[in-house]
């Protein structure tokens, strides 16, 4: 696991195209959430719309498109 300290749009791009392939491959949203913290990512469910962060230091890394969140 790393930490995203810069916010890059390259590293963003391929860390949702993970996020993206993941959510393919999971059957429910909560599976998705438990695949996702074993890569050392989460999800923060916000007013704005879900957010992907690093764990455990709840880092933000990007917003998470709306499709994905369904």
Not at 1 to 22: G, K, T, W
Not at 54 to 63: E, K, N, Q, Y
Request: proline share 4%.
């Amino acid at each position: 696991m790393s930490i995203i300290i810069n916010q890059d749009r390259f590293v963003a791009a391929h860390v949702l195209e993970l996020v993206s392939r993941e959510r393919k491959l999971a059957l429910s949203r909560r599976e998705w959430k438990h695949r996702l913290a074993g890569m050392g990512y989460g999800i923060c469910e916000t007013d704005h719309g879900d957010v992907l962060e690093t764990l455990p230091h709840r880092v933000p890394v990007c917003s998470l498109p709306a499709e994905l969140c369904a």
